[in-house]
């Protein structure tokens, strides 16, 4: 769903590599100016080349850091992934609170689509979502990071059923997963450019849907 910041793939929160889990130790200091300086490395790596060519001497190289330091901590490009996930994660933009749903899934909306536009994240997102169709520990951990997402935008809908603009017991991340993901299915499936006229379709569809019950108990009778 949203995307803001850096990218990666293998283990996430969720679970994976040891060493990849290293990241969600937030270090300070050193340790940290270590760890941004690697994840911007590979961010880099995937925008320019994708996750197949990631090379961890290349990575090491590039961010100025020890070879050995960095198959340590991070183990495997998968692990590298991972961490950038996390960090990505970390760093997003808060959801948005417009005062009404539909300005707020639009808001959404606008963040995933310029996200997959974007001249350096799309390439960074098509890398990481190539890699999790063949790893099961890079699709681990993006679906980690969507876990995070998604958890952090549901106050969209929980206000909305709130304010009486959505049936009670509506799913807010299933709410969610329908404005983004007509935009990831053009972006990864049929590997088309989203256009804003895409995104405003994806929401008046997601507001219709809902406004019928679709999210709610009982699917759409329920309203």
Request: proline letters at 6%.
């Amino acid at each position: 769903m949203e995307q803001d910041s850096r990218l990666g793939g293998g283990s996430s929160a969720e679970g994976g590599s040891p060493p990849a889990a290293s990241g969600a130790r937030r270090p300070g200091g050193r340790t940290a100016k270590v760890r941004r300086a690697v994840l911007d490395a590979t961010q880099e790596a995937l925008a320019a080349s994708g996750f197949h060519t990631l090379n961890m001497d290349r990575i090491a190289a590039s961010a100025g850091v020890g070879k050995t330091t960095v198959y340590r901590r991070w183990g495997s490009p998968v692990g590298l992934v991972a961490d950038l996930l996390d960090d990505m994660a970390e760093q997003s933009l808060p959801a948005a609170d417009t005062g009404g749903l539909a300005g707020d899934l639009r808001a959404n909306a606008a963040l995933v689509l310029g996200t997959l536009t974007d001249p350096r994240m799309g390439p960074v997102f098509r890398a990481v979502i190539a890699a999790a169709a063949c790893d099961e520990e890079c699709a681990r951990a993006l679906a980690g990071f969507y876990r995070t997402r998604l958890a952090e935008w549901a106050p969209v809908g929980e206000r909305a059923v709130a304010r009486g603009e959505l049936p009670a017991g509506t799913d807010p991340l299933e709410l969610l997963r329908a404005v983004s993901a007509p935009l990831y299915y053009r972006f990864a499936v049929t590997h088309e450019q989203p256009t804003p006229a895409d995104a405003e379709r994806a929401v008046t569809a997601a507001l219709a849907a809902a406004a019928a019950g679709a999210f709610a108990p009982g699917g759409a009778d329920a309203s």
